[in-house]
């Protein structure tokens, strides 16, 4: 199992600019989510999945959307990117019998 | 909604001696503990956690113990050795992906 991919892994934009970032996890896992992750702050969600077709808002959720048409994949976007969007974003996914979450890699996107 | 705060944000130690991370939590309602490893570049991974039916949880040199009373809990790490060197974070979870805080993190730097 590659279990949570993520892609890219560094991504440079320019402000105003919008972008996909790719998730995919191979685990059959129903829970997915996405969190930012800045300097002092620890881990904060953005926006979470209990299974395909359903989402819902975290903490920050403010210019971001997401979709999730199948089990597998579950795609963050940033609609008009803004320099307070520069952060490190894990993807991560849950099964439904445990708390463990399995984060991806990451991806360090600089808004610039 | 929950707090969780988390010290230090940062400790070094010499090889073989151990380490301690403390952590805060403010929700009663939290019922689960766990502890996530991040290495340079890499996503956060669990490493060990605690229900709170539990006091204590031991795995080789790593152990976690919980006061619910007091509401902390804390990570405790023996004979450290420099691949033990990571971020460390905490996170309480009373159920749900947003109810899950995360802390701060603790970047732990084992010396040789």
């Known amino acids: 199992n590659a279990g949570v991919t993520q892609t890219p892994k560094f991504q440079v934009l320019k402000t105003g600019q919008s972008m996909t970032l790719q998730c995919a996890q191979d685990?059959?896992?129903?829970?997915m989510s996405w969190y930012r992750q800045d300097p002092g702050m620890g881990l904060r969600l953005i926006h979470y999945s209990v299974g395909a077709g359903i989402t819902d808002q975290g903490e920050v959720p403010n210019g971001y959307n997401v979709s999730r048409s199948t089990t597998e994949d579950f795609p963050l976007r940033l609609l008009s990117a803004a320099p307070s969007q520069t952060s490190v974003y894990f993807c991560?996914?849950?099964?439904?019998?445990?708390?463990?979450?399995?984060f991806g890699p990451g991806t360090r996107l600089t808004v610039t | 909604g929950e707090n969780v705060e988390q010290h230090p944000s940062t400790l070094s130690v010499q090889e073989g001696d151990s380490a301690v991370i403390k952590c805060t939590y403010s929700?009663?309602?939290?019922?689960?503990f766990p502890w996530y490893k991040q290495e340079l570049g890499k996503g956060p991974q669990l490493i060990i956690d605690?229900?709170?039916?539990?006091g204590e949880k031991k795995d080789q040199r790593i152990a976690v113990t919980l006061n619910k009373t007091a509401k902390h809990f804390s990570l405790h790490i023996t004979e450290t050795q420099p691949e033990d060197s990571a971020v460390y974070f905490c996170?309480?979870?009373?159920?749900?992906?947003?109810?899950?805080?995360f802390g701060t993190g603790t970047k732990l730097q084992v010396i040789p």
């Open positions: 929700d009663s309602a939290s019922n689960y």
């Open positions: 996170a309480a979870d009373s159920g749900g992906y947003q109810k899950v805080t």
């Open positions: 685990m059959n896992h129903e829970y």
């Open positions: 991560a996914s849950r099964g439904t019998s445990g708390n463990e979450q399995y």
């Open positions: 605690i229900r709170s039916n539990v």
